[in-house]
């Protein structure tokens, strides 16, 4: 008997086996044919290759898993989301981090600014505009405005009342100097004789 084989009858993909009088061809495991042509069997087109959340790429013969960005495990069994603000890091100095589906967001929190993946800074709320910038002050008439980290407080100075975030009021107070009645008029800052 002849060993058909040696001429190489079937696909490069298949195997041949020589038997008596004849010979038969088989496609190799991950390719689908008569053995004389074989062609690729795309294993990603079948649900459940890989896992759940899992990325599959065909390769000649076979395919590959792989967990996306944000997800890890083992991507045969299953990609699990990663929880990147708790591993630290994830966003810049005085950020708030919250985790997304495969990724995350960084936020600067209220009374902060800056690029929140690098430092969030404090702003300085009772600071004056820039020259030629109108802006509504923050504190009431003749209020303080003392800036706080992430806030402010308005408040009234010594000898002023009323509600700081909408005015403060000088009293009167008289005073005797010498026999001379004196008048100071606090919320004008001006003594008067």
């Known amino acids: 008997d002849e060993n058909e084989c040696k001429y190489r009858p079937c696909d490069v993909f298949a195997q041949c086996t020589n038997t008596l009088g004849s010979f038969t061809c088989t496609c190799y495991p991950g390719y689908e044919g008569d053995g004389f042509t074989c ?13 759940l959340n899992a990325l ?3 390769t000649p013969g076979n395919y590959t898993c792989a967990c996306p ?4 495990g083992n991507p045969y069994d299953g990609c699990a989301d990663i929880d990147e603000c708790e591993l630290g890091n994830a966003c810049g100095t005085g950020s708030l981090c919250t985790n997304t589906d495969g990724g995350y967001k960084c936020a600067c929190p209220p009374g902060f600014s800056g690029d929140p993946k690098v430092a969030c800074v404090d702003v300085d709320e009772c600071a004056p505009p820039p020259p030629g ?3 509504t002050p923050v504190c009431g008439r003749s209020a303080i405005c003392d800036n706080l980290p ?3 407080k308005c408040q009234c100075p010594p000898g002023f009342k009323g509600d700081p975030k909408i005015a403060c009021q000088g009293f009167l107070k008289f005073f005797f100097f010498n026999n001379h009645f004196l008048l100071l008029l606090l919320n004008r800052k001006k003594i008067y004789i």
């Not at 069997?41 to 896992?51: A, K, L, T």
């Not at 960005?69 to 890890?72: A, E, I, S």
């Open 56 to 58: 599959c790429e065909n």
């Open 150 to 152: 992430g806030t402010f």
């Open 39 to 51: 062609t690729d069997i795309d294993e990603c087109q079948n649900p459940g290759s890989c896992g």
């Open 133 to 135: 910038v109108k802006a």
């Open 69 to 72: 960005d944000g997800y890890g």
